[in-house]
Nanobody
Framework: QVQLTESGGESVQAGDSLRLSCTDS???????????MGWFRQAPGKEREFVAR????????YYADSVKGRFIISRDNAKTAVYLQMNNLTPDDTAVYYC???????????????WGQGTQVTVSS
């Protein structure tokens, strides 16, 4: 059972920045570094949506259009962690943010094998 744990979510004002973290407590570095990692979010009453992903080698990244230019995904395989730096936040970014792990380079939630419990981000105008 993979244990992914997100942290860093909080209530902020529009224009603020936040950095989310997600750690994998199950896999050692050599295993963790083989997975692609993604961030998704789910706002109240909406479906879960893709936010960003990063390849196992930490060089390839991909973003949803809604966050491109504002969010940055990164990872530290030695710490079995993935991060999401979120800048210039808007109320539309309010959601529960989830990290997820995959063996596939994909935007689809169904292609991700393991998920964290989520961390709440609330942005007030």
């Amino acid at each position: 059972q993979v244990q992914l744990t997100e942290s860093g979510g909080e209530s902020v004002q529009a224009g603020d920045s936040l950095r989310l973290s997600c750690t994998d407590s199950e896999h050692p570095e050599h295993s963790y570094s083989t997975f692609d990692m993604g961030w998704f979010r789910q706002a109240p009453g909406k479906e879960r949506e893709f936010v960003a992903r990063i390849g196992a080698d930490a060089e390839n990244t991909y973003y949803a259009d809604s966050v491109k230019g504002r969010f940055i995904i990164s990872r530290d395989n030695a710490k079995t962690a993935v991060y999401l730096q979120m800048n210039n936040l808007t109320p539309d970014d309010t959601a529960v943010y989830y990290c997820a792990q995959s063996n596939m380079w994909s935007n689809r939630a169904s292609d991700y094998l393991s998920w964290g419990q989520g961390t709440q981000v609330t942005v007030s105008s």
